[in-house]
């Protein structure tokens, strides 16, 4: 008798938990602060690609800056011989010594930075994953961030997320892409607290020199901001130029801090991993941040990553020249067809801006139906990327031969129209 009664009550309270009628969905919607995020605009040029390709189209994708090249076969022979030690599956947590050496080793010999590996290195999972948290370890709600608008969409999710408000800073052609320091508010410079910039950066190619650097920390310095130099293309830099580290301006770890990747420098992409030099007590908040949220990333993957930092770099000097072919195959045919763009002097992308007449979204969208070709529209990287489109030097010349010569046929139809 007491167990039917007790399984009469199960009964009940299985009812009442799993009240739901089948077939009938939650009423759920994401948080504010994912409102407050952009929907990716990376998302529908894909989605308008496949439609293109399903009517029959060669699509020639150059939307996504994820490398085409693959990692050097030491980098893989190492991940692959770790890969086969089983004592090598556990939980990684904040890295392996040797990861940090590595980085060490790599900064003093290719920008002629001493860092300490214990304190002033920090592996990430990816660069990402350390601008995606920076802000939210760093920034109250109502702290001011300075961002660079066009710029890489992390950098203003991550302020969101963080509920700190952004401040754009205009980069455009004629001040050579740099923000002037001298036209932000001082209003809100003591609510300032961190500021993000990026040379060579993702939409805009344009480099900085030393001095900008330095007028960078002084100002840092004056008025106690912290500086986070995103530095995820620093060895794809062309026409013989040298890649300057922020880190090795005088200064830059009183009051700085620079993110590193090795998706691009080593086409490692998809192994998600990268790091963050600089700053002690930066690094730490982030350090400690991070401990809560991740334990680590695969060790064969940051073996691999040791290989790739501490081999010869003669490796770089090729990738260098194969983009730099890329780039002057795609700007040549372009320019033969009447579009005159900026040569990029760095990174994977060219960032053209479009024919009167159009809207970044009109042409970037027009492009891919008519023409074949998928870009992503500059309005993606903020208000100021209206008027342009990023292409990425992802195919091999004699396919991006073949979008130029594409995009003149379009043109030259639209033009007559
Ligand atoms: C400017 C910039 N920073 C950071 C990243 C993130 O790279 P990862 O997380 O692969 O290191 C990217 C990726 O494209 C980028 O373009």
């Known amino acids: 008798m007491i167990d039917i009664i007790r399984i009469m009550l199960k009964v009940k309270i299985y009812d009442v938990c799993f009240d739901v009628k089948e077939g009938m969905s939650m009423n759920l919607v994401g ?30 994708d150059l939307s996504v800056g994820s490398p085409d090249f693959p990692p050097p076969p030491y980098v ?17 947590l904040k890295g392996i010594s040797e990861f940090n050496d590595a980085v060490s080793y790599f900064y003093k010999h290719r920008y002629s930075v001493e860092l300490e590996p214990a304190n002033e290195v920090l592996q990430l999972m990816g660069s990402q994953d350390g601008l995606a948290h920076l802000a939210t370890a760093i920034i109250n709600p109502g702290d001011y961030v300075l961002v660079p608008d066009p710029g890489y969409p992390i950098y203003e999710a991550s302020v969101n997320i963080a509920g700190g408000i952004i401040y754009p800073m205009p980069l ?32 805009v190619t ?22 986070v130099h995103d530095f995820a293309y620093s060895e794809l830099i062309f026409d013989g130029n040298p890649p300057v580290s922020f880190m090795s301006v005088s200064g830059a770890k009183e009051i700085g801090i620079e993110f590193n990747s090795l998706s691009k420098t080593f086409n490692m992409a998809g192994c998600r991993i990268g790091y963050v030099v600089g700053n002690k007590q930066a690094i730490q908040i982030l350090a400690s941040f991070k401990s809560n949220i991740d ?61 009167a007449g159009w809207s970044s979204r009109e042409f970037a969208f027009e492009l891919i139906e008519q023409a074949g070709v ?25 396919r991006l031969c073949q979008a130029a010569e594409r995009i003149h046929e379009f043109l030259m139809e639209y033009s007559s129209r």
Not at 76 to 92: M, N, Q, R
Not at 327 to 333: P, Q, V
Request: aromatic residues 10%; positive net charge; without cysteine.
């Open 172 to 203: 455009v052609a004629k001040n050579k892409f740099l923000p002037k320091l001298a036209d932000i508010p001082e209003e809100i410079l003591p609510r300032t607290k961190m500021m993000i910039i990026s040379y060579p950066g993702n939409p």
């Open 206 to 227: 344009a480099l900085a020199d030393k001095g900008f650097f330095e007028e960078v920390i002084a100002f840092a310095k004056q008025h106690n901001i912290l500086v």
């Open 295 to 355: 334990y680590g990333i695969f060790y064969p993957i940051q073996m691999a990553a040791v290989k790739a930092l501490t081999s010869e770099f003669s490796y770089l000097r090729s990738q260098v020249k194969a983009y730099e072919l890329r780039r002057d195959a795609l700007i040549s045919g372009l320019e033969k067809s009447g579009w005159q763009i900026a040569k990029s002097p760095a990174t994977m992308f060219v960032w053209a801006k479009i024919p």
């Open 31 to 60: 948080s504010n602060k994912l409102q407050k995020m952009t929907t990716s605009i990376f998302q529908e040029v894909a989605d308008r690609k496949q439609d293109a390709i399903k009517k029959g189209k060669d699509v020639i």
């Open 76 to 92: 893989i022979d190492a991940l692959v011989e770790y890969t086969k030690d089983p004592s090598k599956y556990g939980y990684t």
């Open 374 to 398: 998928a870009v992503i529209p500059g309005d993606a990287f903020g208000e100021l990327g209206e008027g342009y489109v990023r292409i990425a030097l992802v195919q091999p010349p004699e």
